[in-house]
């Protein structure tokens, strides 16, 4: 099985930034790519940034203040925030498309992180 754990969340100011970590924890797998999503109140969820095999795409909202990174060897994925803005309010979440070898593919979703941007 596989863990996502995310963390990093909180409340900042307009113009503030923060940034979110989420790690995969298990064994016997491999990561063939990531991503960030997010969900307002009342809203779908939608597509902040993703990265795979070190490509990386990013929501048209985003692009600029936001970057996506990811540390394999640790399995640990990054967003980092700048500029941020009260409409980036959400609960955000990290995806992770995880092969097995004997298996297949599978999708897992962490638990969400809430960011909040207010003064």
């Known amino acids: 099985q596989v863990q996502l754990v995310e963390s990093g969340g909180g409340l900042v100011q307009p113009g503030g930034s923060l940034r979110l970590s989420c790690a995969a924890s298990g064994n016997g797998f491999s990561i063939t790519g990531m991503g960030w999503y997010r969900q307002a109140p009342g809203k779908q969820r939608e597509l902040v940034a993703t990265?795979?095999?070190?490509?990386?795409n990013y929501a048209d909202s985003v692009k600029g203040r936001f970057t996506i990174s990811r540390d394999n060897a640790k399995n640990t994925l990054y967003l980092q925030m700048l500029s941020l803005k009260p409409e980036d309010t959400a609960v955000y979440y990290c995806n992770a498309q995880i092969n097995f070898p004997l298996t297949g593919d599978y999708l897992y979703w962490g638990q969400g992180t809430q960011v909040t941007v207010s003064s």
């Open positions: 990265i795979i095999g070190g490509r990386t």
